[in-house]
C-alpha cells in the first residue's frame, strides 16, 4: 500500500516510523515533512493547507490512504474535501474537528453530557469576561476558543496575569481571531494525564495513558508550550483510575458525538485532570498529541496501519490492539527562546553519536546538505526502557549528546512518576 502523511512534525515523524514497520506498506510520502522526515520516506513540497494539491498528488499516485497528522487541516474540513474526491483517509470529518477547534462547542457539549470538567463561562465580550474575571478571584484559567498551536491556554496566578491575558487574547489579538471568543475555567489542581483512543462512533479503543509536560521550565513554571517533554506508562496512577476516566469521559464523550450527529472517527485524545474530586476533562484533541505520539507509538505492537484500515473500513471493534510493557521518556530539545521569538536555521551536531533513543524531529531542516533548525521545537529523544527509571536515563544521556546554539530543555520530565513512587 502506498500512504500520505499529512504534516511536518514530531508527531508526524513518529507516525511514519510505526507505519514504516508494517509488512502491507510499500512506499509512504509525507508532505511537507521536514529534515528527520526526509531521512526516512520521501517528502513532497505540499503544504497543509493546499487541499486541491493534496488530492491531485493522492489520486495521481494511486494513493491508498491517507493520513492527517495535525489539526488545523481537520478542523478547516480535509477529511471532508478528500472524501468528495474519493480519496481514502483517516481522522475525523470537519464537523467532528470542531471538538479540537471551538473550546465553546466542547465545554457546551460535556456540560450537555454530564462529563466532568471544571466550571466555565464564555465571553465574546472583554467587559463582561473582566468583570466575570474580578468576581471569581485568581487563581484562574483563560483558554482561547480557537486553535493556537498550545499556547491558548494561560494559567493565572493572579488577577494581573488574568487581566494581561484577557487584553493579550481579546483586545491585542496576539492569538488572532482564535481569540473572539474566550472561555474562563475554575483552576483545577492535580495530576495531569493524557488519555488518548482509536474511535468510530460509538466504538472506543483506548490507547496507553501518558503524561505530558506542558510549561517551558523545570517544575511547571514559565509559559505554557505545544509540549515539552512526555513518558508512558504512569506507574503512580493506578489502572482502576485510567479505567474510570475511559468509562466516564472518552466513551461518553463519543457516544455524545454519534448522538449531536458528529460521528468521530480518527484519534480522540482527552487531556485529563486527577482532582480531589474525581478525574475531570481540561481539553479534547481531534488527533494524536504532540509529544505523546513519541512515546505512545513506540509502545504499541500492533500493525498501526491495520487500526487504521479497520477503522476507515468500520471494523475497529475487531482489532485485537496490543502493547508492550516496556517504558518510554521523550525529551525534547527545544530553540532558544522558545516559547516566544526564537531563531531558525542553527546548525545541529552530534546526532550520530546518538546510542539508543528514538530520535523524532519537530522543526529541522535541510540546508546545503546540513541540518539545522527550523523550529521551536526542534527534536524530539524517546528513551526506551524495562520501566522509566531506564527510560529517562536512556533519553538524557543522548539529549546531551546532541548540539544546537542556545539548546534548552527541561531536565525534570517523568520525575513526578519516580518521586510519587518512591
Given at each position: 500500500?502506498?500512504?500520505?502523511?499529512?504534516?511536518?512534525?514530531?508527531?508526524?515523524?513518529?507516525?511514519?516510523?510505526?507505519?514504516?514497520?508494517?509488512?502491507?506498506?510499500?512506499?509512504?510520502?509525507c508532505?511537507?515533512?521536514?529534515?528527520?522526515?526526509?531521512?526516512?520516506?520521501?517528502?513532497v513540497?505540499?503544504?497543509?493547507?493546499?487541499?486541491?494539491e493534496i488530492?491531485?498528488?493522492?489520486?495521481?499516485?494511486?494513493?491508498?490512504?491517507?493520513?492527517?497528522?495535525?489539526?488545523?487541516?481537520?478542523?478547516?474540513?480535509?477529511?471532508?474535501?478528500?472524501?468528495?474526491?474519493?480519496?481514502?483517509?483517516?481522522?475525523?470529518?470537519k464537523n467532528?474537528?470542531?471538538?479540537?477547534?471551538?473550546?465553546?462547542?466542547?465545554?457546551?457539549?460535556?456540560?450537555?453530557?454530564?462529563?466532568?470538567?471544571?466550571?466555565?463561562?464564555?465571553?465574546?465580550?472583554?467587559?463582561?469576561?473582566?468583570?466575570?474575571l474580578?468576581?471569581?478571584?485568581?487563581?484562574?484559567?483563560?483558554?482561547?476558543?480557537?486553535?493556537a498551536?498550545g499556547?491558548?491556554?494561560?494559567?493565572?496566578?493572579?488577577?494581573?496575569?488574568?487581566?494581561?491575558?484577557?487584553?493579550?487574547?481579546?483586545?491585542?489579538?496576539?492569538?488572532?481571531?482564535?481569540g473572539?471568543?474566550?472561555?474562563?475555567e475554575?483552576?483545577?489542581?492535580?495530576?495531569?494525564?493524557?488519555?488518548l483512543?482509536?474511535v468510530?462512533?460509538?466504538?472506543?479503543?483506548?490507547?496507553?495513558?501518558?503524561?505530558?509536560?506542558?510549561?517551558?521550565?523545570?517544575?511547571?513554571?514559565?509559559?505554557?508550550?505545544?509540549?515539552?517533554?512526555?513518558?508512558?506508562p504512569?506507574?503512580?496512577?493506578?489502572?482502576?483510575?485510567?479505567?474510570?476516566?475511559?468509562?466516564?469521559?472518552?466513551?461518553?464523550?463519543?457516544?455524545?458525538?454519534?448522538?449531536?450527529?458528529?460521528?468521530?472517527?480518527?484519534?480522540?485524545?482527552?487531556?485529563?485532570?486527577?482532582?480531589?474530586q474525581?478525574?475531570?476533562?481540561?481539553?479534547?484533541?481531534?488527533?494524536?498529541?504532540?509529544?505523546?505520539?513519541?512515546?505512545?507509538l513506540?509502545?504499541?505492537?500492533?500493525?498501526?496501519?491495520?487500526?487504521?484500515?479497520?477503522?476507515v473500513?468500520?471494523?475497529l471493534?475487531?482489532?485485537?490492539?496490543?502493547?508492550?510493557?516496556?517504558?518510554?521518556?521523550?525529551?525534547?530539545?527545544?530553540?532558544?527562546?522558545?516559547?516566544?521569538?526564537?531563531p531558525?536555521?542553527?546548525?545541529?551536531?552530534?546526532?550520530?553519536?546518538?546510542e539508543?533513543?528514538l530520535?523524532?524531529?519537530a522543526?529541522?531542516?535541510?540546508?546545503?546538505?546540513?541540518?539545522?533548525?527550523?523550529g521551536g521545537?526542534?527534536?524530539?529523544?524517546?528513551?526506551?526502557?524495562?520501566?522509566?527509571?531506564?527510560?529517562?536515563?536512556?533519553?538524557?544521556?543522548?539529549?546531551?549528546?546532541?548540539?544546537?546554539?542556545?539548546?534548552?530543555?527541561?531536565?525534570?520530565i517523568a520525575?513526578?512518576?519516580?518521586?510519587?513512587?518512591?
Amino acid at each position: 500500500m502506498k500512504i500520505l502523511v499529512i504534516g511536518r512534525g514530531g508527531r508526524e515523524h513518529a507516525i511514519i516510523w510505526s507505519l514504516k514497520k508494517s509488512s502491507k506498506v510499500t512506499k509512504i510520502y509525507c508532505a511537507p515533512g521536514n529534515g528527520g522526515i526526509a531521512e526516512l520516506t520521501e517528502c513532497v513540497p505540499l503544504q497543509e493547507n493546499q487541499f486541491a494539491e493534496i488530492a491531485q498528488f493522492a489520486i495521481d499516485l494511486c494513493i491508498d490512504l491517507v493520513v492527517i497528522g495535525p489539526e488545523d487541516p481537520l478542523t478547516e474540513g480535509i477529511v471532508d474535501y478528500l472524501e468528495a474526491k474519493g480519496v481514502s483517509v483517516y481522522g475525523p470529518r470537519k464537523n467532528a474537528a470542531i471538538i479540537e477547534g471551538s473550546k465553546t462547542f466542547t465545554k457546551n457539549l460535556m456540560k450537555k453530557y454530564n462529563i466532568p470538567t471544571a466550571a466555565y463561562e464564555t465571553f465574546e465580550s472583554y467587559d463582561k469576561a473582566l468583570v466575570y474575571l474580578h468576581q471569581q478571584g485568581a487563581p484562574i484559567v483563560i483558554k482561547a476558543d480557537g486553535l493556537a498551536a498550545g499556547k491558548g491556554v494561560v494559567v493565572a496566578q493572579t488577577i494581573a496575569e488574568a487581566e494581561k491575558a484577557l487584553q493579550d487574547i481579546m483586545v491585542d489579538k496576539v492569538l488572532g481571531t482564535s481569540g473572539n471568543r474566550v472561555v474562563i475555567e475554575e483552576f483545577l489542581q492535580g495530576q495531569e494525564m493524557s488519555l488518548l483512543a482509536f474511535v468510530d462512533g460509538n466504538v472506543v479503543r483506548p490507547m496507553v495513558p501518558s503524561q505530558d509536560h506542558k510549561p517551558i521550565f523545570d517544575n511547571d513554571l514559565g509559559p505554557n508550550t505545544g509540549g515539552m517533554g512526555t513518558y508512558s506508562p504512569l506507574p503512580h496512577i493506578a489502572q482502576s483510575v485510567v479505567d474510570e476516566a475511559i468509562a466516564t469521559i472518552l466513551k461518553p464523550t463519543a457516544e455524545a458525538m454519534v448522538k449531536e450527529g458528529r460521528p468521530f472517527r480518527g484519534v480522540l485524545y482527552a487531556g485529563l485532570i486527577l482532582t480531589a474530586q474525581g478525574t475531570k476533562t481540561i481539553e479534547f484533541n481531534a488527533r494524536f498529541g504532540d509529544p505523546e505520539t513519541q512515546v505512545i507509538l513506540p509502545r504499541l505492537e500492533t500493525d498501526l496501519l491495520d487500526i487504521f484500515l479497520a477503522s476507515v473500513n468500520g471494523r475497529l471493534e475487531e482489532m485485537d490492539i496490543r502493547w508492550s510493557d516496556e517504558a518510554a521518556v521523550c525529551v525534547i530539545l527545544a530553540s532558544p527562546g522558545y516559547p516566544g521569538g526564537y531563531p531558525k536555521g542553527l546548525p545541529i551536531s552530534g546526532l550520530d553519536h546518538v546510542e539508543d533513543s528514538l530520535i523524532f524531529h519537530a522543526g529541522t531542516a535541510l540546508k546545503d546538505g546540513q541540518l539545522v533548525t527550523n523550529g521551536g521545537r526542534v527534536l524530539c529523544v524517546t528513551g526506551r526502557g524495562r520501566n522509566i527509571v531506564e527510560a529517562r536515563e536512556q533519553a538524557y544521556s543522548d539529549a546531551e549528546r546532541i548540539q544546537f546554539e542556545g539548546k534548552q530543555y527541561r531536565t525534570d520530565i517523568a520525575k513526578k512518576a519516580l518521586v510519587a513512587k518512591a
